[in-house]
């Protein structure tokens, strides 16, 4: 099942200031959020991580440091396009780990860049990138141009309609402490 020609990008380079510690060190299950989903989507091709925090590389293998000066999720997607090897590319967010497999499989199977749509807006994670967006991500960040669900609305990406209750259930982020409730 695992396709060589993916990979797949989990952003954790953001401050976690609304959750008051690093979201990516959050366990789940026993595990961290960032061994939690590399567990979870391993299986679809070779995992990364993206961080901001200089002392994280180091510690985990295949993972990279994004140096933007500002806190955007724009920049750890451009950093990775970079670097990928792959055509298809797969983003994924730290504090989304209840992301499921079908979802991940119906984006997959567009084979080509594709988003979700909750009531008419784009979901900005997960998403899937054919590496000739980078251009395109180079073009935003070049003209000052960082929020995500504005760059993908226009974007010639394929987007995929929910039903909310995929949102509330599977796309859930952890913005704070006490949304881990929802956990357990």
């Not at 952003?11 to 976690?16: C, E, N, P, T, V």
Request: net charge positive; glycine share 4%; with cysteine.
């Amino acid at each position: 099942m695992k396709n060589n020609n993916l990979n797949i990008f989990i952003l954790a380079g953001g401050k976690s200031s609304r959750f008051g510690e690093n979201k990516a060190f959050q366990k789940i299950y026993k595990k961290t959020f960032l061994e939690y989903l590399k567990s979870k989507f391993e299986k679809f091709g070779k995992v990364y991580f993206c961080f901001k925090v200089k002392r994280y590389p180091k510690i985990f293998k295949n993972s990279f440091l994004e140096k933007a000066k500002v806190y955007a999720p724009i920049f750890g997607i451009y950093e990775s396009l970079k670097k990928s090897d792959a055509r298809l590319n797969l983003f994924l967010a730290v504090d989304m780990p209840l992301i499921s497999e079908n979802l991940i499989k119906k984006l997959l199977s567009q084979k080509r860049s594709s988003c979700f749509l909750v009531d008419g807006k784009i979901q900005p994670f997960p998403i899937l990138l054919e590496k000739t967006y980078f251009l395109h991500i180079e073009y935003f960040l070049k003209k000052n141009i960082y929020k995500l669900k504005y760059i993908f609305e226009n974007l010639n990406i394929q987007k995929l309609p929910l039903k909310e209750i995929y949102y509330n259930n599977y796309l859930r982020n952890f913005n704070y402490k006490k949304d881990i409730i929802f956990l357990y």
